[in-house]
């Protein structure tokens, strides 16, 4: 395997405050990086403003009455702060929403040629990636003509991710790609990413509740709390920082395992504030 190429800074969200309907803020000041080659993972629990935060990079903020009202993002250099998604697509940075939300109507194999409607490289070297995406994901080549809304939940975030790659991104972003798979399939969905990452040399950002997973496969991480980032490092380093274990992987110092339900939100403040 080759090493990754990691030192090149390729998204830089400096200090943004995002805001929806013009009053209800929920970014705080929020700043995170992304180098060329890594694999970077922004956890945290519900209405942390994870989803935001993709939202406010890939251009998706409009739709939802949102929008950046200060800090700064760019990528590749280029200011994309408040810019809509599709100049964001074009630039290389695309998203896979939570949910997957594939064409139902559609075949899987339609769902993934419609990823290549922006590019403009050539025909050749769009079939070569549609190929490649039935190499990356052979469970999909059983099934190109069956209808994307009969697949099953693990399968459809297949359809999604290799729909996203059609565009070929510089980065990809995923937003809580294991959200209601079971286990088997999150590690095979986890396994891909991986995959991309290394082979087709493809920037990850992903956001994730599954600390345990997201953490095996990063470089770097963030967690983040009601709009703001409380925590970041390496994988490694929030592996074995022991607030991590208690709140994110559930890991108590005798061993067990403690629900957030058990757990005061001013102790975790005092902690890490």
């Not at 800074?9 to 209800?24: A, F, G």
């Not at 993709?54 to 200060?70: H, M, Q, T, V």
């Not at 953490?215 to 703001?228: F, P, T, V």
């Not at 067990?256 to 939100?265: A, L």
Request: proline share 3%.
């Amino acid at each position: 395997m080759t090493k990754k190429n990691t030192d090149v800074l390729l998204l830089d969200v400096n200090n943004i405050e995002v805001v929806y309907n013009d009053i209800v803020q929920v970014l705080r000041g929020v700043s995170l990086n992304v180098k060329t080659g890594s694999i970077v993972a922004l956890l945290g629990t519900n209405g942390a403003g994870k989803t935001t935060t993709l939202r406010a990079i890939s251009g998706l903020l409009k739709p939802e009455n949102g929008f950046i009202k200060d800090g700064k993002i760019t990528f590749q250099g280029k200011d994309i702060t408040n810019l809509i998604g599709t100049h964001v697509v074009r630039f290389g940075a695309v998203m896979v929403p939570e949910g997957r939300r594939v064409f139902k109507h559609l075949t899987v194999d339609e769902n993934i040629r419609v990823g290549s409607i922006t590019r403009k490289d050539g025909s050749q070297k769009i079939k070569a990636d549609h190929k490649l995406m039935y190499d990356h994901f052979p469970r999909l080549s059983k099934i190109t003509n069956r209808m994307a809304g009969y697949c099953s939940g693990g399968e459809q975030q297949m359809i999604a991710i290799a729909r996203a790659l059609m565009a070929a991104p510089i980065m990809l972003m995923l937003d809580e790609p294991s959200l209601g798979l079971a286990p088997l399939l999150v590690k095979e969905i986890f396994d891909n990413i991986r995959t991309i990452n290394r082979e087709l040399d493809t920037s990850i950002l992903v956001v994730e509740q599954n600390a345990k997973i997201a953490l095996g496969i990063a470089d770097y991480a963030y967690i983040m709390e009601s709009g703001k980032i409380v925590l970041e490092g390496t994988a490694e380093e929030l592996k074995n920082n022991p607030d991590v274990k208690e709140f994110y992987l559930g890991v108590t110092q005798g061993g067990g395992r403690k629900s957030f339900k058990e757990i005061k939100s001013y102790k975790r403040r005092k902690r890490w504030m």
